[in-house]
Nanobody, 126 residues
Framework: VQLQASGGGLVQAGDSLRLSCAAS????????MGWFRQASGKEREFVAA????????EYADSVKGRFTISRDNGKNTVYLHMYGLIPEDTAVYYC????????????????????WGQGTLVTVSS
């Protein structure tokens, strides 16, 4: 499985940004997909996740109401729509996948995810 994240960049506080993660290598519609981020000097943390059917999503409290995760199974792509960005959102954002055909909330735990993309840097200036 290969995951290719893109869409990062330098933005100002209050701006919006959309990250994409294109998956290949196995049936995308059997995987839960997650976004995690790692700020400089900090541990990687959970941001959002979505199950295979899009019926269930999970968000970290720090991004709830500002970020939206979505997926297009026809395009094998998961998105992270980020609104109202703040400097604290500055981090390298990683997408990850997990074989998870259950129709319930996807895991939030980093160690559950099997495959990881290379990361895309988001920098929010104040």
């Amino acid at each position: 499985v290969q995951l290719q994240a893109s869409g990062g960049g330098l933005v100002q506080a209050g701006d919006s940004l959309r990250l994409s993660c294109a998956a290949s290598g196995r049936a995308f519609n059997r995987d839960a997909m997650g976004w995690f981020r790692q700020a400089s000097g900090k541990e990687r943390e959970f941001v959002a996740a979505i199950n295979w059917s899009s019926r269930f999503t999970e968000y970290a409290d720090s991004v709830k109401g500002r970020f939206t995760i979505s997926r297009d199974n026809g395009k094998n792509t998961v998105y992270l729509h980020m609104y109202g960005l703040i400097p604290e959102d500055t981090a390298v954002y990683y997408c990850a996948s997990l074989f998870y055909v259950l129709d319930r909330a996807p895991p939030r735990t980093e160690s559950r995810y099997e495959y990881w993309g290379q990361g895309t840097l988001v920098t929010v200036s104040s």
